[in-house]
């Protein structure tokens, strides 16, 4: 009995161990295969990782391709020569352009080009009219202007000097040129609207037997623009019988800042005329009484003519205007560079500060260089001196205001009168 008893006890110690044995072997299998599956998951996770990273590498770099791709476009039509090549490369570059997606345009960067060139909203250009019609007849006035790609400013400020000589002048066929092609290529490239150079606009007249041509420029002085403009005419002069260049806006140079004329008078009492009207006071003497003054920002030259800038400090002075400062991009002459202009309104008392263009056209130089957010633009260096309690800007050309218009007018009957005589 007890034999049996024993054999009992064995048999069943050596089942359960058999069973634990078998239990711990399938743990063991079912763990490792836990740990491949887990290992197998991640081993996915890893190339899923790796393909995603790869694929958005590739991606970027496509995109940067692409954006590279319109930048160099861009670049090759920022020139100031026109080509046999132009006009294709202004349409592929808009076409590159428009096919681009919204990230890809961020990424436009160039030697000049930029997301802005044709991101940048600057208004209708359908409000302007580029002049180029043929069909001109025996007497042309031909308006020349440097230009600008800002659509409002064109339409605005050019167009509005041209149409006020049309309605001046219905005898003549008003035409326009631009002097800098840059400007002409980027207009045709983003708004397909096609502006004639100085040798296009020449070659229109000539091709329509004009006889008599009358050219008035809208820069602002006898500057290094003006010469080349005057350069560009005296090689067609033989194809006319007659040609006749009226003076730029401010009339003759003088020899220096105290030669003053009628031109400066009028157009210095035309834009603070315009200005305090902006500003809300009833005049200069209401707004120096405010504390306010007024800056007018003009372009700038290393011509000879820069005495203009002085000349115009001058006439302000001599008008009685306390409270105007004259001041350049360039900063040429040298005291009409900002920081100069800065400690002047400062050393005058003034708190509050108007900066204006002394520009035709509020194009670039007057939305960027004046009252642009950069660091360097004259709003942000007036207000990081911290000499000021307020900083303003008004963005209006020149070309717009009535007094102006009818000083072309003038300087273009005077060069109609040369003629006739």
Same mark, same amino acid.
């Given at each position: ?42 081993? %996915?996770? =890893?190339? /899923?990782?790796? +393909?995603?990273?790869?694929? !958005?590498? #590739?991606? *970027?770099? $496509? ?125 045709? %490239?983003? =708004?397909? /609207?096609?502006? +004639?150079?100085?040798?296009? !606009?020449? #070659?229109? *007249?000539? $091709? ?214």
């Amino acid at each position: 009995m007890k034999r049996k008893s024993l054999l009992a006890i064995l048999l069943a110690a050596s089942m359960a161990a058999s069973m634990t044995a078998t239990a711990t072997v399938a743990f063991a299998e079912t763990e490792e295969a836990t740990e491949e599956t887990t290992d197998d998951a991640e081993e %996915a996770d =890893d190339a /899923e990782t790796t +393909d995603d990273a790869e694929e !958005a590498d #590739d991606t *970027a770099d $496509a995109d940067k391709e692409a954006a590279d791709k319109v930048a160099a476009l861009i670049d090759a039509i920022y020139v100031q020569e026109r080509t046999d090549d132009t006009d294709e490369q202004c349409k592929e570059a808009k076409e590159a352009w428009d096919a681009l997606t919204d990230a890809q345009k961020e990424l436009v960067e160039g030697e000049e080009a930029s997301p802005e060139y044709f991101g940048r909203d600057t208004g209708d250009a359908s409000k302007d009219d580029p002049r180029n019609q043929d069909e001109i007849g025996e007497n042309e006035l031909l308006v020349v202007s440097f230009g600008t790609s800002f659509n409002d400013s064109r339409a605005e400020d050019i167009k509005g000097i041209e149409d006020a000589l049309a309605e001046a002048f219905p005898d003549w066929s008003v035409r326009r040129a631009f002097t800098a092609q840059i400007i002409i290529n980027h207009v045709q %490239a983003r =708004d397909d /609207e096609h502006i +004639d150079n100085m040798q296009q !606009a020449l #070659d229109r *007249a000539v $091709a329509n037997g004009v006889k008599n041509l009358v050219v008035q420029p809208t820069h602002l002085m006898h500057g290094a623009e003006y010469d080349e403009m005057v350069e560009a005419i005296d090689e067609y002069k033989d194809k006319f019988e007659s040609v006749a260049i009226a003076e730029p806006m401010l009339g003759e140079v003088g020899d220096d800042a105290t030669v003053i004329n009628d031109d400066k008078a009028a157009v210095a009492q035309a834009i603070t005329d315009e200005a305090v009207k902006e500003a809300g006071y009833d005049s200069m003497e209401a707004a120096a009484e405010d504390g306010t003054a007024f800056v007018f920002m003009g372009h700038g030259t290393s011509h000879t003519a820069n005495v203009t800038y002085d000349q115009m400090q001058t006439q302000m002075e001599n008008l009685g205007f306390t409270n105007a400062f004259i001041g350049t991009v360039e900063g040429e002459p040298e005291d009409t560079a900002c920081d100069e202009v800065i400690n002047k309104v400062k050393d005058a008392g003034f708190k509050k500060v108007i900066l204006r263009p002394l520009m035709v056209v509020a194009g670039d130089h007057a939305n960027n260089d004046m009252a642009g957010d950069d660091d360097d633009s004259w709003k942000s260096m007036f207000e990081a001196s911290g000499d000021f309690d307020e900083i303003d800007c008004q963005i209006e050309g020149l070309g717009r205001i009535d007094a102006v218009e009818q000083l072309y007018v003038a300087h273009t009957q005077a060069a109609i009168d040369s003629i006739a005589k």
